[in-house]
């Protein structure tokens, strides 16, 4: 399983930006996809984006679709996301995801799907 290990969030205000890091140890990250998952107080785990192992394949949740831009360099064992024209509904902790057992969608918005997951970095967007 690789470790996982998010930077990047802060407070913003709205119509702001963030771009999310999720740095991964271990061999497997080049060979299997990556996830973004968001939860917000009193709600469930969120899917937001994923991207397959070669950068090309990329699903987004509906809520951020048009927003939100995942990537990923393989070079650098790293999933980035990119995060525009944020909204007081994006203020969440924001999880990246590592390990998943089935490629694809749409298994990758199943956060059981994935093995291995960050700590978690918040991001608060202000009104």
């Known amino acids: 399983q690789a470790q996982l290990v998010e930077s990047g969030g802060g407070l913003v205000q709205a119509g702001g930006s963030l771009k999310l890091s999720c740095v991964a140890s271990g061999r497997t990250f080049i060979t299997k996809g990556m996830a973004w998952f968001r939860r917000s107080p009193g709600k469930d785990r969120e899917f937001v984006a994923a991207?397959?192992?070669?950068?090309?394949?990329?699903v987004y949740g509906d809520s951020v679709k048009g927003r939100f831009t995942i990537s990923r360099d393989n070079a650098k064992n790293t999933a980035y996301l990119q995060m525009t024209s944020l909204n007081v509904e994006d203020t969440a902790v924001y999880y990246c995801?590592?390990?998943?057992?089935?490629?694809?969608?749409?298994?990758?918005?199943?956060?059981?799907?994935?093995?291995?997951w960050g700590q978690g970095t918040q991001v608060t967007v202000s009104s």
């Open positions: 995801a590592g390990d998943p057992s089935i490629e694809g969608d749409p298994h990758y918005r199943r956060p059981s799907n994935f093995d291995s």
């Open positions: 991207i397959n192992r070669y950068g090309l394949g990329r």
